[in-house]
């Protein structure tokens, strides 16, 4: 499922118009962005999914042609979490 999919699909489930589900499907997007670029807090979606930033530490690793080890710098990540309810779906529950 795209973009435009899913907001035909939640405009109807909503019985919004598309314009609208558009408007409250990108606005979603930029608070989860928000949120998670501070990452002091985490965006939790109870049953359903958990958006957060996670620390990645400094550590070598291998170039894959030379197998020369390379130093690759701490950095930051985004950690997405299936809740329950999720893990239910992806079950075929």
Do not use: C, W
């Not at 939640?10 to 609208?20: C, F």
């Not at 409250?24 to 608070?31: D, I, S, T, W």
């Amino acid at each position: 499922m795209n973009r435009s999919e899913l907001v035909a699909a939640l405009a109807d489930r909503a019985e919004v118009t598309r314009k609208d589900a558009d408007a409250v499907l990108a606005a979603f997007a930029e608070v989860v962005g928000e949120v998670v670029a501070k990452g002091d807090e985490k965006v939790t979606i109870p049953g359903f999914l958990t958006f957060e930033r996670t620390h990645r530490a400094a550590r070598t690793a291998r170039n894959p042609q030379t197998g020369d080890p390379i130093q690759i710098p701490a950095g930051y990540s985004a950690k997405v979490s299936a809740g329950s309810k999720l893990k239910e779906a992806a079950k075929g529950k």
